[in-house]
């Protein structure tokens, strides 16, 4: 079964950092363009960050620039997204997404839920402040 888990949500304060993960199962990340979206509830799905199958582009939502830091260790199948000044805003659920394989994705197209196949179940993450 194909599938994406994500781990290492939590409770932290402002100003806090957190790294969430992202695991894949039954799947190879290496040639997939990857994701983090983020949802509060009542509102939609956001992008948050997103890397190409390469690795050599990256792309952020305004608000998480020079705070958040998306990577991949395609050795490990994994997608981890480094949290820093955490803020209450940033609470919500994080999901990662998986793209099909070899889907060149550029700063427009990163955003676009449409172009992911595979989606993990979320992880909670909660700032206080």
């Known amino acids: 079964q194909m599938q994406l888990i994500e781990s290492g949500g939590g409770l932290v304060q402002a100003g806090a950092s957190l790294r969430v993960s992202c695991a894949a199962s039954?799947?190879?990340?290496?040639?997939?363009?990857m994701a983090w979206f983020r949802q509060v509830p009542g509102k939609e799905r956001e992008f948050v960050a997103g890397?190409?199958?390469?690795?050599?582009?990256?792309y952020y939502t305004d608000s998480v620039k020079g705070r958040f830091t998306i990577s991949r260790d395609n050795a490990e199948n994994t997608v981890y997204l480094q949290m820093n000044n955490l803020k209450p805003e940033d609470t919500a659920v994080y999901y990662c997404a998986a793209a099909r394989p070899r889907l060149p994705v550029n700063a427009n197209s990163a955003r676009n839920a449409d172009n992911y196949d595979y989606w993990g179940q979320g992880t909670q993450v909660t700032v206080s402040s």
């Open positions: 039954g799947l190879t990340l290496t040639i997939r363009a």
């Open positions: 890397i190409t199958w390469t690795g050599s582009m990256r």
